[in-house]
Structure formats: C-alpha cells, structure tokens
C-alpha cells in the first residue's frame, strides 16, 4: 500500500508538471496531451494541417454561457475584405488561462491549409500569438489568468462562401471546444448590392473603351446622429482628394502606414502633399480627384448641395481612391480604398454606392475629437476605428455594436468613350451619353484647341416638310499653340420640320431636376427653384416643349413676423455632462436674423436642465472631467500652465495609464525692460584756459526701454570749472590795454586789406598776447549717433612772440555734448 500510494503521489506530480508545461506551450499541448474522450486509436492517427487542434475537446459543461466569442457589431454576414474585432472574454468571475482561435470555412474539417478563412492579425503581442505548429489559429503568448483577449480578422475575398469562427478555452483542467454555441460564429458572405462591382481589385481589367464618372460625397456625420461629444464649433470635412489609378499604386489600404502625404491630409486636413504624392506617379494617374472642404460639416441640402467632382478610368487605371478628414480630430479619416470600377463582364460599373465608417491613419494617439497632439511612435498601422477601442472615444459602445456611418459616397458613371465590349447600353442615359461620346470621336479637333462641350442641337429652321438646319456651336477657350489653326466653332446639319419624318421623332430627353434652390426668404414665405436641362432633343428638330425649370412656395419658420428676431429650430440636446448619476444637459440655438431696428434679440438661445444617467459603477479608468488650466506661472512673457483631472475608479480595478496632468506653454503680455547705461567717463578737460569754463562726462545708452520700462537718464552731465584768473596785476592790466588797442588798429587795417581769414588770425593773437595762433579747427565728428556724444575742436599756436608768457601761448581745445537725443 504504501509503494501504491508512492506511485500515485508521483504520478500526480508527473501530471502537474504535464498540465504546466501544456499551460507555457500550447503547442506541447497540443502534441502531447489533451484531455480528450475520443478513442486511443483515433488520437493514434497521423495528424493532418492543424488536426490536434480540432480534437482538444476534453470535458464539458451543459449549458455554460461563461465564455463568449464575439464578433464586432454582431453581424450575421461578413463584407469580403473588410477587417473586424473579434473579442473572446470570460463573465465575472470566470476567467481562462489559454485559448485558442481559428476561422474555418463551411464544411471544412482544418486538415488543409486551404480549409481556413481570411487572416488574423495581433493587437497585443504581449498576450496573444500566432501558433507555431498551426499558422493560421491564435494563442495566448503566456498563460496566465485573464478575462479578454482581443485580434483583428480580415475576411476572405468574394466568393469565400460561410465561415465559422471558433475558439477553445483553457480553465485549470477542463478545455472547452464548442462547435456551437457562444464559443462559435458563423457568417456569410454579404451580398453585394450592386453587382457590377468588384469586392477586391480585378488583377486585370478587361474593359474596353473609357468610362467617366461622377463621385458624391454625403456627409452624415452630425450632432443629432453622432452625439457623443460632438464639436460644435470646428467641426468640418477637410479638402478631399484623391485619383483614378492603376493597380502599381495605392494611396492608402487597411493594414499598410500612411504617407507623409496622408499624415498631412489626417492631422492637418491639408491636401497639398498629396497631390504632390499623386501627380509623381505619372502614368499611373489618369484623373486628380479635387472637392473643396466642407464647413460645418453636414448642413441641409437645400442649404449647400453635396460636393462632387468627375474622374476618368479606362482599362488601366481602373481604381479609384479619395479621402477626407473629419476635424477636429487626432487622425481619422474616410475614403475608398482602389475601388474598382471594372466589371467581370468587361464593363464599366453603373453605380456603386459605400456606407463609411471613420479609420486611424496610425500617426496619433489621440482618442477624442480634441485630444492634444501625441505622436504614435513607432506610426502604427491604417485600421478601422471600433466601438471598443477606447472608454472615451466618441464611437465607444460598451456593447461592441457597430460604428454609424459618418459619411456616404455614390460613384455613377456618366459616359463611356470608344469601342466598348458589352455594346449592350444600361439605360436611356447611357444611349445618350453613347451617342454623344460618338459624335465628339468623329470631332477632329487639334489637342492644341481647347473647347468647351457642344451645346444641344437647335430647332429646325423650317417649320414645314422642308428642308432646313439645325445648329449647334462651341466656344474655343484656349489656342495653346498659334501655328495651328482652330476649326470652326459651328456645326450645321440639315433637318426636316416637325411631323415630316417617317418615324416618331418628337421625343424630348431631359436630364433629371436638380435639388431645389434655397428659399428665397429666411423668415416667412417665399419661393425656391428647381431646373433640369434638355439632354437630347427630338430628332425631327421639332422644339422641346417639356418645362426646364418649376418654382414653388416655401416657408421658413411660420411663427417669425419680418421686424422680430428670426432663431433657428433648437438644437439636440448635449449629452449628459456626468456619464452615471446626477448630471446637466443644455441645447442652443442661434440667432438667424437680428430685429432691423438694430436691438437686442430677446428670445432664449441657450437651455440648461438635469439629467439622470444610471447608477455610477466603477470601472477602470473612469476619468474626471479636465480642471480649468491653472494661472499661467510667470506674470510677463513666456511660462507655463497645468490643468489636472482624478482617477474616480479604485486602483484595484486595473492600472490606468492616462495622464492625470496636462501642461502646456502659455505666453502673457511682454515683461516691461527699463533703460540701462554705462559707467560715467571720466571729466574731460576745462573748455577754458583761464577764467571759468566748464567740463562734461557722459555716459552711453546700452539697452533702450521697451514694453513700458523705466526711461533713460540722463546721459550728460556739465559742472563749472576755474583755471587761473585772467589778466592778474594792475602794471600788467594796463600794458596789456594798451596792447590791445594798439593790436586792434593793426586788425582793422589788416582785414582792409588782407581779408577775413587775416583778420581771425589777428583775433586769435589779440586774445593771446605775444601769440600767433591759429584759427579753431572744425567740430569733429559727434563720437555716438544718439543718446549723447562728444565734440571738440583745436587751436594750435603759430607764432610765439618774445614778450609772451609760455601759458598763454598753450595749444586750446574746446569740448561740447552732441546728439543728446535718446536712440
């Protein structure tokens, strides 16, 4: 008993360690053991593609429900191509420790790699995986506890048939394996609505001829259809762009990195890189889709009519790609994606029409329409935005359901050119658009002449059964080459009046209306407008007398009188400002047309009331609102601001890892800069050399006040200054009177006859007896352009007499302040 008892202790051992390593590796598991209940000599056969997999059934419960697959939106069929979020999670408190996930096609067992269906692709690495020994299922990359687990699948191409998603559960020893169930999924194939296109680009098109095209883009995208933190003032379709093209060249596709054309087109709204982009590829362009942005971005139709642009495409450039960013947002976008407008019966699609759903261009990591700048790094891949991405993300729905469509695009063909291979037309429209491709190959016209299109053909000239002429005429837009001439811009044929022809010719073909004009009045009645054109007139000339346009009353808010404030229809009402319990909701409307008198409208355009959302439940990540930005931190010039928010769920919910901080530049009016000066000079020398004088100093401007500062002091300063005293003695007073008199007449008689410069010379030697100077010399240059300089100039002795005094006859230099005005 005890070896038994041994034995039994080390063969449960041996079978943990078994049961741990099936854990790490699935594949060991898989290969090794399973707890299977199907027969020993079964498992004993070889193994085909994947075969271990579809046999780890193992024990079971009836009736569990506590593990679902789900698929994104629940559909009950798959667009071929398209790429959907599978998510495989436990209901509290159940949790597994493995998985795994396959996609297999109807009927197929998995024993050939032809057997699966359309491609997973991993989210997180850190917990899923592709199987080593089974390429095509998932697995989890360690084994641990864990209630999700989510991976993207992109659908089989057409004609793929029924698929069914599967996945098996590990939980401590029991592995489930459902074949129906919330473990399995089952989808078909969505039939295509119009079904001269093409799901996934032809490898070759066999059209002939070329088809043109009209693309309409019908923004829905909208507070009343999107509520959720809608933004209400910025909101805008950018510039579209896009081109008809070959299959050499993709503008953008699911699962490949933007450009740095579409990075400018997804966070800027800027198409100018783009079209550089397109316009390089050469041959591989036959038409430049252009459509203008859109503000705001949905308004009526019979306010702004949808935007749309014409396109070319022949046999190989049969694709056609756009898109436009809906802003504000981080990066997200709408377009095709080389949708393909040939048919499998070598013709030209009629019409193909496209539900669109906003996708992530993989360049920020924003979650909301105005989240900050913050750069993915490394740039992710383009990927459809879900319902599940992200508990703030305006498309969140708990539920998984699928996003509403923000936009639709109509692509219908409007001509076709040249030999086509189906001649069989689709319609009356298209005979038209045949005949008139036929009567412009016939058109011999120089590519040097540009024209506009013919105009409709004229009614007859003859009333009766005689022969008359109909006429048509073109205008010539452009001669890009004079050597060549231009034909004439008339054509004439000859016609017969009406009733005269054999066959019934009086049919007229009109084009269809177009949408109505806007009403003529904004408050009360009045009338709007509708027009359509003649597209083919009757073949026996006869006039066209269907109408080509109709008018009718319309009225514009019933309730407005033309001298009251005319607002517009109230608003949707905002969404809860609290996500559970006690909350405020407000709706706005504007004014529309103010009182002509010039006063203030009176009525209410903004309401505010409560509203009552469902019991709070914290979950992870439940964020507060954002505070207001703080002061900024410097009272002048540039510093910075914060603004915080706090994490409302328990920590021992999960780890959050939003910011809880945000800051940013902020920049106030300039700081005030006072005046500043150098050091003082030293005093210059006595301007006089006898007597009082006086001495300057300055000092210079180094920085002017700006923004307000302190002004500029004072930047010369003069003080009094005393040599000697002049003429000392009396003896000596009276000589030098005498002196002077005697010096003075021999000045006069000198300047009589020598002149004035003569004259200042006995000047200077009179005020210097015994001295012969010479005349001051000019002011120099000013030493500073502005905030006070320095002039001087200098007298120099000539002669020196032998009664002089050596002081007296001392050299002289005179200094003066220059330029004092501030700089």
Same mark, same amino acid.
């Given at each position: ?593 103010? /009182?002509?008198?010039?006063?203030? *409208? ?5 309401? %505010? =009331? @409560? #509203? $009552?959302? +469902? &019991?709070?439940? !914290? ?30 769920? /328990?920590?021992?919910?999960?780890? *959050? ?5 945000? %800051? =940013? @530049? #902020? $920049?106030? +009016? &300039?700081?005030? !800069? ?30 002017? /006040? ?13 003080? @009094? #200054? ?102």
């Amino acid at each position: 008993a005890r070896m038994s008892n041994a034995s039994l202790r080390h063969s449960g051992i041996f079978l943990c360690i078994l049961l741990l390593q099936c854990f790490i590796s699935t594949a060991l598991c898989n290969a090794g053991f399973a707890f299977t209940e199907e027969p020993s000599e079964r498992a004993g056969k070889s193994d085909g593609y994947c075969g271990r997999i579809l046999r780890a059934q193992g024990t079971r419960k009836e009736g569990y429900n506590e593990f679902r697959l789900r698929v994104e939106g629940d559909p009950e069929n798959y667009q071929p191509g398209s790429t959907y979020r599978v998510t495989l999670y436990a209901s509290s408190p159940a949790y597994f420790r493995g998985f795994t996930l396959i996609a297999l096609r109807e009927g197929r067992e998995g024993d050939k790699e032809e057997d699966y269906a359309g491609n997973f692709q991993i989210i997180d690495e850190e917990d899923t995986q592709f199987m080593i020994n089974c390429p095509p299922a998932v697995t989890e990359s360690t084994p641990r506890r864990r209630t999700r687990i989510q991976v993207f699948w992109t659908a089989p191409p057409s004609a793929s048939g029924c698929v069914t998603l599967k996945a098996s559960i590990v939980q401590k020893r029991i592995i489930y394996f459902q074949d129906e169930g919330s473990l399995t999924k089952r989808m078909c194939e969505k039939e295509s609505l119009y079904g001269e296109t093409t799901e996934k680009p032809l490898l070759d098109c066999c059209a002939c001829g070329t088809a043109k095209y009209r693309v309409t883009f019908h923004g829905n995208w909208s507070e009343k259809v999107h509520p959720k933190d809608y933004p209400r003032r910025a909101n805008h379709w950018s510039a579209i762009i896009g081109a008809s093209h070959s299959k050499n060249y993709v503008l953008w596709e699911y699962g490949g990195y933007a450009s740095e054309g579409i990075k400018k087109v997804a966070e800027l709204g800027s198409p100018v890189s783009m079209e550089e982009e397109i316009r390089q590829k050469g041959d591989d362009v036959l038409t430049v889709i252009k459509m203008k942005a859109q503000w705001p971005a949905w308004q009526p139709l019979n306010v702004r009519a949808a935007p749309s642009a014409e396109f070319s495409v022949d046999r190989t450039r049969h694709l056609m790609s756009f898109l436009t960013m809906l802003g504000p947002s981080p990066d997200w976008n709408v377009g095709l994606s080389a949708e393909d407008l040939c048919t499998k019966e070598c013709g030209w699609a009629q019409r193909v029409v496209q539900d669109m759903i906003p996708w992530d261009a993989g360049t920020d990591n924003g979650v909301t329409y105005e989240s900050p700048n913050k750069p993915t790094v490394p740039q992710e891949k383009i990927r459809p935005l879900t319902s599940l991405d992200h508990p703030q993300s305006p498309f969140y729905d708990p539920e998984g359901g699928a996003i509403t469509p923000v936009a639709r695009v109509v692509v219908e063909r409007i001509a076709r050119k040249g030999e086509q291979c189906n001649v069989v037309p689709d319609n009356v429209d298209d005979i038209v658009a045949d005949i008139a491709q036929e009567e412009k190959e016939e058109d011999d016209t120089p590519e040097t002449c540009i024209y506009s299109n013919w105009s409709p053909w004229s009614a007859c000239s003859s009333a009766t059964c005689d022969k008359g002429k109909r006429m048509r005429q073109r205008m010539l837009k452009a001669q890009l080459d004079l050597s060549v001439p231009c034909p004439h811009t008339q054509d004439f044929e000859p016609c017969m009046g009406p009733g005269c022809s054999d066959e019934e010719g009086s049919t007229c073909t009109m084009s269809e209306w177009i949408t109505w004009s806007p009403c003529s009045m904004s408050c009360g009645m009045g009338l709007r407008s509708r027009e359509r054109y003649v597209k083919q007139f009757p073949d026996d000339g006869s006039v066209c007398t269907l109408p080509t346009e109709e008018n009718e009353k319309c009225t514009v808010n019933e309730e407005c009188t033309p001298n009251s404030c005319l607002v517009t229809e109230w608003g949707e009402w905002d969404s809860c400002s609290a996500t559970c319990g006690l909350g405020m909701k407000r709706r706005e409307r504007m004014v529309k047309m103010p /009182p002509p008198d010039g006063s203030i *409208c009176g009525a209410e355009v903004l309401e %505010v =009331e @409560k #509203c $009552m959302m +469902p &019991e709070c439940h !914290t979950i992870p990540c439940m964020l507060s609102p954002w505070s207001d930005w703080s002061d900024c931190s410097v009272t002048c010039g540039k510093g910075m601001r914060t603004r915080q928010r706090m994490l409302k769920s /328990p920590v021992e919910l999960g780890e *959050c890892t939003e910011d809880l901080e945000q %800051v =940013e @530049k #902020c $920049m106030l +009016p &300039e700081c005030p !800069t006072d005046c500043m000066v150098s050091e003082w000079t030293e005093w210059s020398e006595c301007n006089k050399s006898c007597g009082k004088g006086h001495m300057i100093r300055t000092r210079m401007v180094k920085l002017e /006040p700006q923004f307000g500062g302190d002004s500029c002091p004072e930047t010369v300063q003069r003080k @009094k #200054c005393k040599i000697r005293k002049c003429n000392r003695g009396g003896g000596q007073g009276q000589v030098n009177s005498d002196e002077k008199k005697r010096r003075k007449e021999a000045r006069e008689k000198r300047r009589s006859k020598q002149g004035g410069r003569q004259g200042e010379e006995t000047t200077s030697t009179a005020e210097h007896p015994g001295c012969k100077m010479r005349p001051w010399s000019s002011w120099t240059d000013c030493t500073k352009l502005c905030g006070g300089g320095i002039q001087e100039r200098l007298m120099t002795a000539k002669r020196r007499l032998k009664s002089a005094q050596l002081p007296s006859c001392k050299d002289r230099k005179e200094i003066r302040a220059c330029n004092v005005h501030p700089c």
